[in-house]
């Protein structure tokens, strides 16, 4: 509808109260400015939550799924699929607004980007709250809401298979939430093909707030290119570099479970509730034991070389999970942080997490404080609900996670997240309720780690460790995830050049270094103006105490803690090179004109 | 990677192969098994053997991730597009791929292309009186390629070469949903199959078998309940068949 190159300029507005489905178009300049994804997602949040603190699981508060220009072509690794809206687990220390909130993104992988695309989509933006738990299905024009009160708390594994079943063609792509986003579990994930999670920041939660179990996709069209024989060329050339990649190849061969050994041995894994960044028995959970035990094939997604997810089975006392896993996030924050060892086990925990629908790096993250308030006496088994919270316990962390899924008993409490935990508990907790701006960390530890320790603390959803370690790679980043094309690929330098010529091909827009550069700018100020308006400010930026008091006893980083004044410093830093005020995290006015946001914000 | 647990046989055993055990670890073309990948020369030159050859697409199921290239590179070549009166590869909207990978929970993809049956039961199908010229119906061997092909002009749009192929094999034939004339028969690209060059996984090949092979179009849930069956011990794929 705008008429522009590589996009159809339609985005999909669902509106569950009233029942209204409505094509919208989207400005061109949108497009030229936040380009897709988690980009255009956050303007169009920017533009419908006109004023702070609205309540996250309001109706008013958009959720919105978002491929970008690379979605629905096959470029590869283009499979990505942004979920946007105001975030459910985050606040600020002080703020007017008792709903305040950052803004929350999650990214994931799988069909479901390029599916919308190919039903003539860059967006679908769903509000309101249906009055029963419903499905939206879209076959290309034709989009209807329909009941899904008979797939009520079903777990996401049966209910993959149900739904196509009931849809009744397997082209149909689909996402949906578990038993967790249905009971408002603030951590809950979106999934897709019952392997694929947007996990962080509470995705599934708003979208459970809605009263919406799923939405299935079907398209036979797609996108245009602005320059096709430019576009083709690129093509080529993107497809060569990732055929001969030393990178993709190690991707292709364990995914990022290699890296759990790798980190533990480099001293930046998440163990013990980040308390050690290594872990003696990384071994027995790494990607060389997965590859022998349990993996049989390789997966990928739409288009892609690396094929980085590997699914098997599983044998033993906790045997006969068909599922995919470890990865090094799931792996290491069921695993190493919770000092679980045994694979079988901790790929019971991450498949119930998947089918339940919650988080893993949250939902681990939660019991590995759990655990640490037990083991210091802080709270008792009674508190816990008789679950004998031991490290190591798979037993135990099988329990906590049901309890959490449906917020029963301590499950209540803990389905709230470690800053709300370590408010009720007290005694000190705190220093080791590791978050940031009450989103959980991630399997990245950072005692000898400071740069990740900048991605943590600055990132604008929370806790992040994609963000970026770097003002150069977050504005990079922020335009991988505005494109639909994959992180990983990217790891390989030599793609860039052919990126950057898909991208301009595509979009009729040069892109050269600076221009992408300053186009993840653009996204992240205004995602930064966001959170200021909600409240947040530079003790927002803060990191718990753990990380410079409690040094590591183990390992090769033996000893190695974050210097408080250092890190003060380094983002005293960050702040004024980013053109913002380093008291309140502000955007100057003239970084607003520079970046053309001066008329938005 | 993980290619597929598969179970190491020497070639000695060749001839006591079941239907099952071919399909746990080999490929299968468009449901045809042909033996390939571990067996080895020995097993090549078994199935190729005294009859008559025929090139087509096999597919090495353990080696597929279901990332769908295949359909991308298919539908660019047989659906080109046309910029500035030049006719360029298309880009590559799977819809119109000849291609098709049928992916399951649990993780089995199945591409699924023209099995070129010996038997043709699509084109014994074809309602149309044979031409006395050629001898053909609408829908016909290309005697060339062994490609099935149809004649649109003669046509009439009847469905029922492609409810043959869904009942009798892979079902890949699909009606155009307006004329009801068949589609998504593989053109073999004249020779340079696009989704063989450009499987990243090498899980494609086109390689000579035997014209009187045994096997042979088995419908892509079939296929994928085998192997879902021998990789995890399952075949529940749920409400859908």
């Not at chain 1, 799924?65 to 002080?94: A, E, H, N, Q, Y």
């Not at chain 1, 703020?95 to 993104?105: E, I, L, Q, R, W």
């Amino acid at each position: 509808m705008s008429g522009k190159p590589g996009y159809h300029g339609v985005i999909l507005n669902i509106d569950l109260s009233s029942g209204k489905i409505e094509k919208r178009e989207v400005a061109p300049q949108d497009l030229d400015n936040f380009v897709g994804g988690q980009g255009l997602g956050m303007k169009i949040l920017w533009d419908r939550l006109k004023k702070p603190g609205v309540d996250p699981l309001s109706p008013e508060n958009p959720l919105m799924f978002m491929p970008g220009p690379f979605s629905g072509l096959p470029v590869p690794s283009s499979s990505r699929t942004c979920v946007v809206t105001k975030s459910p687990i985050t606040s600020p220390l002080k703020s007017d607004y008792p709903h305040a909130s950052t803004v929350s993104y999650s990214n994931m992988g799988g069909f479901f980007g390029p599916e919308m695309r190919f039903a003539g989509y860059d967006g679908i933006v769903i509000t309101g709250k249906a009055k029963e738990l419903c499905y939206v299905v879209i076959d290309d024009d034709r989009v209807e809401i329909r009941d899904a009160r008979k797939f009520k708390g079903m777990r996401t594994d049966a209910f993959d298979k149900a739904f196509l079943g009931e849809l009744g063609d397997r082209r149909y792509k689909t996402v949906y939430i578990g038993p967790a986003g249905e009971n408002l579990v603030p951590y809950s994930s979106i999934l897709h093909t019952a392997g694929r999670a947007a996990g962080r920041g509470g995705v599934g939660c708003v979208m459970g707030s809605k009263n919406l179990k799923a939405i299935a996709v079907r398209g036979s069209g797609q996108p245009s290119v602005a320059d096709h024989t430019r576009f083709l060329a690129a093509l080529e050339r993107a497809r060569t570099v990732l055929k001969t990649s030393p990178f993709a190849k190690a991707m292709a061969e364990q995914g990022t479970a290699s890296a759990i050994v790798r980190s533990s041995n480099a001293g930046t894994e998440t163990v013990r509730n980040f308390r050690e960044g290594t872990f003696p028995q990384a071994d027995k959970i790494g990607g060389d034991a997965a590859k022998r035990d349990v993996w049989v094939r390789d997966i990928a997604c739409y288009c892609c070389p690396l094929a980085c997810k590997k699914s098997g089975i599983t044998k033993g006392k906790y045997g006969g999970v068909v599922h995919d896993g470890p990865e090094y996030e799931t792996g290491v924050m069921l695993g190493s942080n919770l000092l679980i060892s045994d694979m079988p086990g901790l790929l019971k925990a991450i498949y119930n997490l998947d089918d339940l629908g919650l988080d893993q790096i949250s939902t681990g993250n939660v019991i590995g404080f759990l655990m640490e308030a037990y083991e210091k006496g802080m709270i008792d088994r009674k508190f816990l609900d008789g679950i004998d919270l031991r490290w190591g316990s798979v037993d135990a962390t099988l329990a906590m996670i049901e309890k959490i899924a449906a917020r029963d008993g301590v499950g209540e409490l803990a389905a709230k997240g470690v800053a709300a935990l370590a408010q009720r508990i007290g005694q000190g907790s705190e220093k080791f309720a590791i978050h940031v701006k009450g989103l959980e960390l991630a399997a990245h530890n950072i005692q000898a780690n400071q740069p990740r320790a900048l991605s943590y603390a600055t990132a604008e959803r929370g806790a992040c460790h994609l963000s970026g370690d770097d003002i150069a790679t977050q504005n990079k980043r922020a335009v991988l995830d505005s494109i639909g094309l994959c992180l990983f690929p990217t790891f390989e330098p030599a793609l860039e050049e052919p990126m950057l010529s898909l991208l301009s091909a595509i979009t009729g827009r040069e892109y050269d270094r600076a221009e992408f550069a300053k186009t993840g700018e653009r996204i992240v100020n205004l995602e930064k103006m966001f959170n200021y308006r909600e409240g947040f400010r530079r003790e927002d930026d803060r990191l718990p105490d753990r990380f410079f008091e409690d040094a590591f006893t183990i390992g090769p980083k033996k000893g190695a803690v974050l210097d408080r004044k250092e890190f003060d410093l380094m983002l005293t830093k960050y702040y004024k090179d980013r053109g913002w005020d380093p008291e309140t995290t502000k955007p100057g006015a003239s970084k607003l004109k520079e970046l053309g946001l001066d008329s938005i914000v | 990677m993980n290619r597929g647990k598969e179970e190491t046989r020497g070639p000695d055993e060749r001839t006591s192969f079941t239907r099952r055990e071919f399909i746990k670890g080999v490929g299968i073309g468009g449901g045809a098994i042909v033996l390939l990948g571990q067996f080895g020369v020995h097993a090549a030159a078994w199935a190729l053997s005294g009859d008559p050859v025929l090139k087509m697409i096999v597919v090495h199921y353990a080696k597929c991730t279901g990332c769908r290239t295949c359909e991308a590179a298919c539908s660019s070549r047989n659906r080109p597009a046309s910029v500035a009166g030049r006719e360029l590869p298309g880009l590559g909207n799977p819809r119109y791929a000849n291609i098709r990978v049928h992916s399951f929970n649990p993780d089995v993809d199945v591409p699924n292309v023209c099995a070129m049956c010996a038997d043709t039961p699509c084109v014994k199908a074809c309602p149309v009186e044979p031409a006395p010229k050629t001898g053909r119906r609408a829908l016909y061997r290309d005697q060339a390629s062994h490609t099935i092909r149809n004649d649109t002009g003669r046509c009439i749009g009847c469905r029922s070469c492609a409810k043959a192929c869904a009942t009798q094999r892979t079902g890949v034939i699909s009606p155009n949903p307006a004329t009801g004339k068949p589609e998504r028969i593989c053109t073999l690209c004249g020779g340079d199959p696009q989704c063989v060059k450009r499987c990243p996984f090498e899980a494609l090949s086109y390689v000579e078998v035997r014209r009187d092979r045994k096997f042979y179009g088995l419908e892509p849930e079939k296929i994928a309940a085998e192997l879902a069956r021998n990789w995890y011990g399952t075949a529940d794929f749920g409400g859908l068949k």
